[in-house]
């Protein structure tokens, strides 16, 4: 099976059933909607989120909801953003490439990354 970079079925994901927890990263946990993300080619983004929310500045880490954005440039570089929700920015990461075919967007709310649609 090959990564679906197009990620073409997440908009199956709403609400959720089961929560995840990665090795790494026991305090976070993560949705049917993210574990999708991470097995599609994204889970550089997915623990790169979790690796800033664990250890990143406590501007980051002091946050109780994060929106957390993989924004695609033309060149085939990528900027992952972590904002408050009201769009002041606490975080930002460049990528010098990326072979990405999506922009993405995900919450932390809690202790748990989600997708916006299974809040």
């Known amino acids: 099976m ?26 976070i946990r993560y949705t049917d909607g993210v574990q999708y993300i991470l097995r599609n080619g994204y889970s550089w983004f997915v623990t790169d989120s979790m690796s800033v929310i664990a250890y ?13 954005k993989l924004n695609l440039r033309y060149d085939g570089t990528a900027q992952m953003t972590m904002d408050d929700g009201n769009r ?17 967007e995900i919450f932390y709310e809690n202790g748990v990354l989600l997708l916006p649609s299974e809040r």
Do not use: S, W
Not at 88 to 100: E, G, L, S, V
């Open 88 to 104: 002041n920015i606490k975080y930002r990461q460049n990528y010098a490439f990326t072979d990405a075919k999506r922009a993405l």
């Open 2 to 27: 090959t990564d679906d970079l197009y990620l073409k079925d997440l908009n199956q994901y709403y609400c959720t059933t089961n929560h995840y927890i990665h090795p790494l990263f026991p305090k």
């Open 56 to 68: 990143g500045p406590p501007r980051v880490r002091r946050e109780p909801f994060l929106v957390i």
